[in-house]
């Protein structure tokens, strides 16, 4: 067991987080559901379970909770219905599953909601929709009108028209930046494992669920990738991401098994799976977007600009940049590496690629002569950076 391990363990020893007083202000809410929860074996949807579901979110919105639901299973249901054996490989045939699949996916969460008077609207995204600051403020205004005329919004991947070059990836990332879209208190992430292990259940009898994540760091993160049972923490690094991304923008995180736990009972505090708690000193505004979105390049800086963006909250200046990585224009996002290679900002960058290798390592004064521009110089304004 890793010594950041073994400190969530006897965090969790010395005392439980009271979560009824943390969870007490919860207004809104973002539910989100993995394939294992909404699909049975056969490829079918879990419709008792999703019936289930609409009773539970009905019972929270009286109490005046506002609910998004993140959901997945649209490949899942297509696969069934077209019988398909094993998940395609090709593109072309998953997205044909995922088309077949959402249409099954609505109509079951439709029929499920129907019955108790409850509207639902559908929002399928890319990273295109959420990459583009402009599509991703308009998705953030249809997220919050369904949510103010009293529909609960299932947001999805559009995975009927997502490549690799698009795709969020997950959805357990999707549902992280669904949480920031709708500006949630919490994220409950509803999956088929108790929670967060210090080990594998499975092959480790010492193995024990952690209750309570004060901060997710990237060792936790990193462990997550190396270990091999999906039961346990092998399953867990998109999880322990998105727990990253939603705690580091003042927002909390339960990782709970969606067979076993009532979203009313995680609300009222149960001690149910594991929660993350939020940071106390939170990203806001639109440094939420610029921590989270894909980089579209790097530049490269010495060991003074690391410190004076790092510990002194300074813009990036030409001198600091040593190499740039990649193709970008000016206005996309990019990281800011150190000598070592360790991400230490990201950013809305000032300059294209080009601009920035004729500049780099120069001095401010001899930026106008080369590049003929006036006024600031940053390569990274600090108003559009977040240092990590």
Known sequence: MTDDIQAHVEGAARGRVARKPLLKGIRRVVVKLGSRVVAVDDNGLNLDLI???????????????????VSSGAVAAGM?????????????DLQAAAAVGQGLLMN?????????????GQVLLTMDDLGDRWRYVNAQNTLNALIGLGAVPVVNENDSVAVEENKVGDNDRLSAMVAHLV???????????DGLFSGDPGSDPDSRLIPCVERVTPEL????????????????????????????AGRMMVITNGHTTRIPDVLDGAEAGTLFLASKEPLVGRKIWIANMLKKGV??????AVEAISRRGKSLLPPGVVKVVGDFEAGELIAVEGPTGEEVARGVVQFGSAEIRQILGRQTSEIAGILGVTGNVEVIHRDDMVTL
């Open 221 to 248: 993160i990193s462990r997550a990738g190396k270990a091999g049972s999906a039961v346990s923490l092998g399953g867990m690094r998109t999880k322990l991401q998105a727990a990253e991304s939603v705690t580091r």
């Open 108 to 120: 079951a969460y439709n029929s499920a909601f129907k019955e108790l008077e409850i509207p639902i």
């Open 80 to 92: 069934g219905r077209l019988e398909m054996q094993q998940r395609p490989a090709r593109i072309p």
């Open 51 to 69: 019936g289930q579901l609409a009773v539970d979110v009905a019972t929270v919105r009286e109490s005046g909770i506002q609910v998004t639901l």
């Open 299 to 304: 530049v490269v800086v010495d060991a003074g």
């Open 183 to 193: 500006d949630a208190d919490l994220l409950i992430v509803l999956t088929d494992v």
